[in-house]
């Protein structure tokens, strides 16, 4: 179900004419990030709305894992190495948009001492693909 007032569901149904999508699936839609952390940095965001990771349970481990394969074939086809990107998700409260969306940021080792707090793999506030299959 889409919300009306959340940005991301306006995005991810081709309702926001000021973004443009990369690409799109029948679950989810990738596009630019606004405040990019590197120099390919891209958002996939569910069409379905989930507030946040925390309100998904086993049964999505799937659909996780065809986001981050969505980012890894967009990045692909850009032409950049699956070497030195980070795939993550913010927790609450440190969620800047209360919609589900996989970060792809690449390179990893480009970016600045901020973004590095920021996308802190495994840190409270961030989570790799990884730490959640564990």
């Keep these: 179900m889409a919300l009306s007032n959340c940005i991301f569901c306006n995005i991810s149904s081709g309702q ?10 029948d679950e989810f839609v990738i596009f630019k990030d606004i405040r990019p952390a590197s120099q390919h940095h891209y958002l996939a965001v569910t069409k379905q709305h989930f507030p946040s990771l925390k309100d998904l ?41 209360r919609h589900l969306h996989m970060h792809a940021i690449a390179p990893r080792s ?25």
């Design 57 to 97: 349970d086993e049964s999505h481990q799937d659909l996780i894992t065809r986001l981050e394969e969505g980012l890894r074939d967009f990045l692909k086809g850009q032409g950049v190495s699956s070497e030195d990107v980070l795939f993550g998700f913010h927790l609450p409260p440190f969620i800047s948009v």
């Design 110 to 134: 480009e970016m600045g001492f901020l973004s590095r707090i920021v996308f802190r793999p495994s840190s409270v506030w961030f989570k790799t693909v990884r730490y959640l299959s564990t």
């Design 16 to 25: 926001d004419s000021g973004t443009v999508l990369e690409t799109e699936s």
